[in-house]
């Protein structure tokens, strides 16, 4: 079945630093990939998506692109503000109106001054 | 502009009561969805729902667990006698019919923290 691995965590940086987290996945078809991002006792925030292979997301500095050969959706941003210190989930979704999403077991994001 | 709304935030139970969340979701969203966040763990789907229909509850355990969207009002998840276990978070999303049936992204409310005593 579908699913979805992302790295564990924690991950802590210094503010600044580039971030990687990556996130691979396995589907049949031709999934959706979002990422998500929660901050403390809040729910999940939609940071950016991706519809079909080679589609890049972009959001907030942020940024991940859709490779269905290697089945991944990475997550990048250039420098880290402290601001950014949440969870991030890599989720997937089938194209058709009312799939659930699949989410990874989500990676803690630190970032200090 | 509300987003989705979900209450309570918090809620306490003994084992053995029932516990009842509500989701209000996003306007002009016809599509509701239940997720469920054990510590430490991604959201796991539960139960997909329209307007007075379960279209999916794949997700949702057999017994105990029931939802519904009625016609007039919010969604409803219902725990029944409920046990330690239980205590999670509960997240409803939302999300619109897309004019072409494809997948829209869903929009998620701040939780529901359920704590079993």
Redesign the interface.
């Known amino acids: 079945g579908n699913s979805?691995t992302q790295m564990e965590g924690p991950v802590t940086l210094s503010e600044e630093a580039f971030l990687t987290i990556n996130c691979t996945y396995t589907a049949t078809g031709y999934p959706?990939l979002?990422w998500?991002v929660q901050y403390p006792?809040?729910?999940?925030?939609?940071l950016l998506?991706a519809?079909k292979a080679d589609d890049k997301g972009s959001n907030k500095g942020f940024e991940a692109t859709y490779r269905k050969e290697t089945t991944s959706f990475h997550l990048e941003k250039g420098s880290v503000q402290v601001s950014d210190s949440a969870v991030y989930?890599c989720a997937l979704?089938?194209?058709?109106?009312?799939?659930?999403?699949?989410?990874?077991?989500?990676t803690t994001l630190s970032v200090s001054s | 502009n509300a987003g989705v709304m979900q209450n309570p935030r918090h809620l306490v139970r003994r084992r053995g009561q029932e516990a009842r969340l509500r989701c209000s979701p996003m306007k002009g969203h016809s599509h509701v969805y239940w997720y469920r966040q054990l510590p430490e763990e991604g959201l796991k789907f539960m139960v997909y729902l329209q307007k007075e229909n379960i279209i999916d509850e794949s997700g949702m355990p057999k017994e105990r667990f029931s939802a519904e969207f009625p016609k007039e009002g919010p969604s409803i998840l219902r725990i029944q006698q409920v046990v330690r276990g239980d205590s999670a978070a509960y997240f409803c999303a939302s999300s619109p019919s897309g004019g072409d049936g494809s997948n829209q992204p869903q929009h998620f409310g701040d939780g529901t923290r359920l704590s079993i005593l």
């Not at chain 1, 006792?41 to 939609?46: A, C, I, V």
């Not at chain 1, 194209?95 to 699949?102: E, Y």
């Open positions: 979805v959706s979002f998500y006792g809040e729910g999940l925030q939609l998506k519809t989930f979704g089938g194209s058709q109106a009312g799939t659930a999403l699949i989410f990874g077991k989500g």
